[in-house]
C-alpha cells in the first residue's frame, strides 16, 4: 500500500493491447513536490503508463492512489479537474487557431452564455506577457516552429487551475538551449510551490540536472526507483536496455565516393535561403549545423520539394534534377524523414504496412492495382529489419511510441530505394538504446553507397556520426569543416555568426 509521503502510488498496474503487454504488474511510489523522471526505451511502457494516471488508458488490471485516496479517471479532462496534466511528446494542435485562443482553449472567459472574445485576447496577451513569451497572440499555430509550439503548450498546461501533478513527456525534444533553460526555471518554481512533476526524457545531462527521483522501465516492467544521487549515466543505460552498450558512435570503415548530391545558388526569400552551395558524396554522412532558425530545415524541406525555391541547380550524380515537389524528389532519388514525424512523415491513422509502402506504391504496384502479396513482403522485411514494436504490419501508427513511429518513416524512406537520404533530427525523442540501432543502420546504409544528410541540434552526436560538416548563419552556410576540425567549440562560434572559412578537401 502507498507510503504516507508517497504523492502517487502505483499498484500492480497491468495494461494490455491487442498483441502486446504494454505495462505489466508496475508498483512504485512518486514523492510529493518532487521532480520524478521516467526513463526507459521507446516502448518500455513510460508513456503509457502516465496515460493511465492522467485518464487517457484504463488500466486491464491494478490500481493507482493519489494523495491515498484511490483515482480512475475516464478522461484527461476529469483527470485535469482533479489537478493531474499532461504535456505529450507529440504535439496536438489545430493549424489554424491562433496562439490566444489556444491559450485560452477550454479556458475562455464567458460573458452570460457566450465567449467574451475581448476577454481571451486579453487574458491571452496577459500570459505572454508575464511568461516572456514574444508571439502575436493573432499568429496561427501553422505560422510558427516546433518549438514555439511546445514553449506554448507548457505554458497553456502550466497556467491551467489547481494543477498539483504535472506530466511532461519529452519536453525538451524540439528546444533551443536557451529555451531548455527557461523550462528548467519553471519547474524549479513549480516544485517550489509543491506541484509534483513526472517527466520523461532520454537525455542524460537534463536527467541528473532537475532529477530528484529516477524511476526506470523496461518491456513494460518496473525496474528500479531511487534517489537521482544513486545513479550513475552508464549504469542508468545498462538498467533501460538490459546490457552494456560501448561505442556509442558505431566507426564507418568505407572511403566516401563520388559526388551524389550538389547544390548550387539555392535561394529563396519564402524560406530566407540565400545562395546555398554544398555536396555530398555516396557513403558519406554530411550535417548541416547551426542554431534553430539558421536555415537548416528549411534547406533540406527546398531540396525534397516541400518548400519551392527561386533560384539554384540541384545535381544527382552529375545530372541536373527539377524539384518542384516531393514526388520529383522521390523520383530522382532523394528521401527524407522530417523533424515532425506526425504531422509530415506519417498517416497515423493508418496501418503500418500501408505508411512503410506510401512512398514506393509504383513499387508495389501493376498498372493502378496494388499487389498486396508484393507489398506485405516488401513491407514486413523493413518492419524486422528496423525491429519496430509493435502487433505487426496492421497496428495502427497512431498506437506506436515516438521511438518507434520514428523507425516507420525510416523504412518508409529505405523503401524507396534512396540514393540521398535526409535526415531531420532523427534520434529526437528516442531512447538510447534505438539510438544506437539508428546510428548503426546509418553506418550500414553509408557503407552501402547512400549519401546522408543529416541535422541535430544534439552537437555530440552530430559531431559523433557526421564526415563532414557545413555550418548555417541567417539561411547561409559560414563554413565547412571535416572530421579532425569538427568541435563543440568551433560550430557554436561559427553558428553564431563566425568568419567563413572551412577545413575541407573537395
Request: glycine residues 10%; charged residues 30%.
Amino acid at each position: 500500500m502507498a507510503v504516507q509521503d508517497d504523492k502517487i502510488w502505483f499498484d500492480s498496474i497491468s495494461m494490455e493491447f491487442p498483441g502486446v503487454l504494454a505495462l505489466d504488474d508496475v508498483t512504485f511510489g512518486v514523492k510529493k513536490g518532487t521532480v520524478h523522471i521516467m526513463m526507459g526505451e521507446n516502448g518500455a511502457g513510460k508513456s503509457t503508463l502516465m496515460k493511465v494516471l492522467n485518464g487517457t488508458n484504463v488500466p486491464s488490471r491494478g490500481k493507482f492512489y493519489v494523495d491515498g485516496k484511490e483515482m480512475r479517471f475516464s478522461s484527461a479532462r476529469e483527470a485535469e479537474k482533479q489537478g493531474i496534466a499532461m504535456i505529450y511528446q507529440e504535439l496536438s494542435y489545430i493549424p489554424d487557431m491562433t496562439v490566444e485562443r489556444y491559450l485560452m482553449l477550454c479556458r475562455e472567459p464567458k460573458r452570460g452564455c457566450f465567449i467574451d472574445w475581448k476577454g481571451v485576447s486579453q487574458k491571452a496577451k496577459e500570459i505572454l506577457e508575464e511568461e516572456g513569451l514574444d508571439y502575436d497572440p493573432k499568429l496561427t499555430l501553422r505560422q510558427l516552429n516546433v518549438s514555439d509550439i511546445q514553449l506554448l503548450e507548457i505554458t497553456k498546461c502550466i497556467r491551467g487551475n489547481h494543477i498539483d501533478v504535472l506530466i511532461m513527456d519529452e519536453p525538451t525534444s524540439a528546444l533551443t538551449s536557451k529555451e531548455v533553460e527557461r523550462l528548467f526555471e519553471k519547474i524549479e518554481m513549480l516544485k517550489k510551490r509543491g506541484i509534483t512533476i513526472l517527466y520523461i526524457s532520454h537525455k542524460m545531462d537534463e536527467i541528473f540536472r532537475i532529477a530528484d527521483y529516477i524511476t526506470v522501465m523496461r518491456d513494460g516492467k518496473h525496474i528500479s526507483t531511487a534517489p537521482a544521487e544513486e545513479f550513475t549515466n552508464d549504469g542508468l543505460v545498462k538498467l533501460m536496455v538490459g546490457r552494456e552498450i560501448s561505442d556509442v558512435y558505431p566507426e564507418k570503415e568505407t572511403a566516401a565516393g563520388d559526388k551524389i548530391l550538389e547544390v548550387e545558388g539555392l535561394t529563396s526569400e519564402y524560406g530566407r535561403l540565400h545562395d546555398i552551395s554544398f555536396y555530398v558524396r555516396a557513403g558519406e554522412i554530411v550535417g548541416l549545423g547551426g542554431l534553430m532558425g539558421a536555415g537548416r530545415s528549411e534547406t533540406v524541406r527546398a531540396i525534397f520539394g516541400i518548400d519551392r525555391f527561386e533560384e539554384g541547380t540541384i545535381r544527382i550524380a552529375g545530372k541536373p534534377v527539377k524539384i518542384r515537389r516531393v514526388s520529383d524528389a522521390i523520383r530522382n532519388g532523394i528521401a527524407m524523414a522530417t523533424e515532425d514525424r506526425r504531422r509530415l512523415g506519417l498517416i497515423l491513422c493508418r496501418n503500418l504496412k500501408e505508411n512503410i509502402s506510401l512512398s514506393s506504391l509504383r513499387k508495389v504496384s501493376r498498372y493502378t492495382f496494388l499487389n498486396l502479396k508484393k507489398e506485405k513482403r516488401l513491407t514486413e522485411r523493413y518492419f524486422q529489419k528496423m525491429k519496430i514494436k509493435a502487433s505487426g504490419l496492421e497496428a495502427a501508427a497512431m498506437t506506436l511510441s515516438g521511438g518507434n513511429q520514428q523507425k516507420v518513416v525510416l523504412s518508409k524512406c529505405l523503401m524507396t530505394d534512396a540514393k540521398v537520404l535526409i535526415l531531420d533530427e532523427p534520434t529526437r525523442g528516442i531512447d538510447v538504446g534505438a539510438k544506437h540501432e539508428i546510428y548503426k543502420l546509418m553506418i550500414e546504409l553509408a557503407e552501402n553507397g547512400i549519401g546522408i544528410i543529416m541535422i541535430s541540434s544534439e552537437l555530440p552526436e552530430f559531431i559523433g556520426m557526421c564526415d563532414r560538416a557545413y555550418v548555417m548563419h541567417n539561411g547561409r552556410i559560414v563554413g565547412e569543416l571535416d572530421k579532425k576540425h569538427m568541435t563543440q567549440e568551433e560550430i557554436i562560434r561559427m553558428a553564431a555568426g563566425g568568419v567563413r572559412h572551412g577545413h575541407s578537401k573537395g
